[in-house]
Nanobody, 121 residues
Framework: VQLVESGGGLVQAGASLRLSCAAS????????MGWFRQAPGKEREFVAG????????FYADSVKGRFTISRDNAKNTVVLQMNSLKAEDTAVYYC???????????????WGKGTQVTVSS
């Protein structure tokens, strides 16, 4: 699966951004899809994920209530809607595909190249 992210940018605190991930290659609907992020000097961390159907979603505590993940298997896309952004959300965001919903970096099978999100305070 090839994953290409888009939608990153520079915004002020409190604003919203919508990240998109376009997938190609193997059957998209066979994979759980999600987002990780990595801030400067920090380890890569799980942000949000969805199972193959999109019916089950998972979120890091730090983004619950602010971020929403969704997927469209007909279009091979997964979207992360980010609202009420904070300076601590600043990071490179990676789209991922996995055969499980364990949401650890070791369990991810495919990574996108990432898109930068910068939130100014």
């Amino acid at each position: 699966v090839q994953l290409v992210e888009s939608g990153g940018g520079l915004v002020q605190a409190g604003a919203s951004l919508r990240l998109s991930c376009a997938a190609s290659g193997r059957t998209f609907s066979n994979y759980a899809m999600g987002w990780f992020r990595q801030a400067p000097g920090k380890e890569r961390e799980f942000v949000a994920g969805t199972n193959w159907s999109g019916r089950n979603t998972f979120y890091a505590d730090s983004v619950k209530g602010r971020f929403t993940i969704s997927r469209d298997n007909a279009k091979n896309t997964v979207v992360l809607q980010m609202n009420s952004l904070k300076a601590e959300d600043t990071a490179v965001y990676y789209c991922v595909g996995a055969r499980t919903t364990w949401w650890s970096t070791e369990a991810v099978d495919y990574w996108g190249k990432g898109t930068q999100v910068t939130v100014s305070s």
